[in-house]
């Protein structure tokens, strides 16, 4: 079955200080990578659709200078977190579409960031 | 709109009995349903999807869904809980308006807890 990673799994950082989340299927061509952020015991709240190539799509009220994404090939996406600070502390999940045959979406194992 | 309901945040069920959690979407056009699990602190686990045919769909770990186009619902269903089975579960609508992306339209989400 089709795998996606993310990378790291646990991260803690000062406030002020950049973290990257990467975010890479593994095994299939994903044309579409969304991010998800995930409050305790809550839904998750899509941040962003990347395409491939292309500038990554923003929820209303996310920041795009807060929560850089790039999506520079088939199988990769990064997440940067821009001087981070304690309300950024959340788990932050990629999910990664594959566009054949069935547009399936295809999760990460979730990244949990903590801003002190 | 599309949207997604999951009107229980929680569903208390002794182990060994059965156990349903609901669902109920409104989509233009045919729906494309899904069911996830999530564990506590990881990522999202598919069980099981609805794209067409029989309206009881069989998943993973036991679980099953039944599609009902009359009353909009896509309940998830299971003979016998277990205590593993305790979890944060979310149900899905797949967003297949233009310019979507396929993005999934999440309900809020049901803790599940099995008691022994």
């Known amino acids: 079955g089709a795998v996606v990673s993310q990378h790291p799994s646990r991260v803690i950082c000062k406030s002020g200080t950049s973290v990257k989340i990467e975010c890479r299927s593994l095994d299939f061509q994903a044309t579409t990578m969304f991010w998800y952020r995930q409050f305790p015991k809550q839904s998750l709240m899509l941040m962003a659709t990347?395409?491939?190539?292309?500038?990554?799509?923003?929820e209303q009220g996310v920041e795009k200078d807060k929560f850089l994404i790039n999506h520079a090939s088939l199988t990769l996406s990064t997440l940067t977190v821009t001087s981070a600070h304690p309300e950024d502390s959340s788990f932050y999940i990629c999910?990664?579409?594959?566009?054949?045959?069935?547009?399936?979406?295809?999760f990460g194992p979730g990244t949990r960031l903590t801003v002190t | 709109a599309q949207s997604v309901a999951q009107p229980e945040d929680q569903v208390n069920v002794a182990e060994g009995n059965p156990l349903t959690v609901k669902c109920t979407y409104s989509v233009s056009g045919n729906p494309y349903l899904f069911w996830y699990v999530q564990y506590p602190n990881r990522g999202l686990q598919f069980l099981l999807k609805?794209?067409?045919?029989d309206n009881l769909v069989k998943g993973s770990y036991g679980f099953e869904a039944e599609f009902n186009k009359s009353q909009t619902s896509f309940h998830l269903k299971k003979p016998s809980a277990l205590v593993s089975d305790s979890a944060l579960y979310f149900c899905?609508?797949?967003?297949?308006?233009?310019?979507?992306?396929?993005?999934?339209?999440w309900g809020a989400g049901t803790k599940l807890i099995i008691k022994p």
């Open positions: 609805y794209i067409t045919g």
């Open positions: 990347s395409n491939e190539g292309s500038k990554a799509t923003y």
């Open positions: 899905a609508v797949r967003d297949m308006t233009k310019d979507s992306n396929y993005q999934l339209i």
């Open positions: 999910s990664a579409r594959r566009a054949r045959p069935d547009h399936e979406q295809y």
